[in-house]
């Protein structure tokens, strides 16, 4: 067992690895994989959902064995920022800012007009339209 894992760590040395998206793009392909499984006997609809899973299961292998891991991490940071975007929509009450200075998000009451943010990091001062 241990020369499998001295293995495992040669090979996956200067290998991106594991991330969000990675397991996003797993879990999907899973589901699809389960979806396919369960309804193929009764609908011919659901036979289209082999190929996209395989597309995805080779994306997250592709992105998993890659060597490129800047390229890698600006891909989770995309993801990452998508799915705070959709999962913050429930927030009508507030807008997020970013400072200019630091880049700090600033969290302000939406309906108040033109309002001085001071930036709780860096202690800049700026103004914007809430």
């Known amino acids: ?15 991106y690895g594991v991330d969000n998206l990675n397991r996003f793009l797993l879990y999907v392909s899973l589901i699809l994989f389960l979806l396919e499984m369960l309804f193929v006997r009764w609908v011919d609809f659901f036979i289209v959902f082999y190929p996209i899973a395989l597309v995805l299961l080779a994306i997250c292998y592709f992105r998993m064995f890659s060597r490129n891991m800047a390229k890698r ?51 800049r001062e700026f103004i914007k339209r809430t």
């Open 1 to 15: 067992m241990n020369r499998f894992r001295y293995w495992l760590q040669n090979v996956m040395s200067g290998r």
């Open 73 to 123: 991490n600006m891909e989770n940071q995309k993801f990452l920022e998508i799915r705070d975007n959709i999962l913050r929509r429930g927030d009508r009450t507030h807008r997020i800012f970013h400072c200019p200075n630091c880049g700090q998000k600033v969290r302000v009451p939406r309906g108040k007009g033109r309002i001085s943010i001071r930036c709780p990091k860096c202690g």
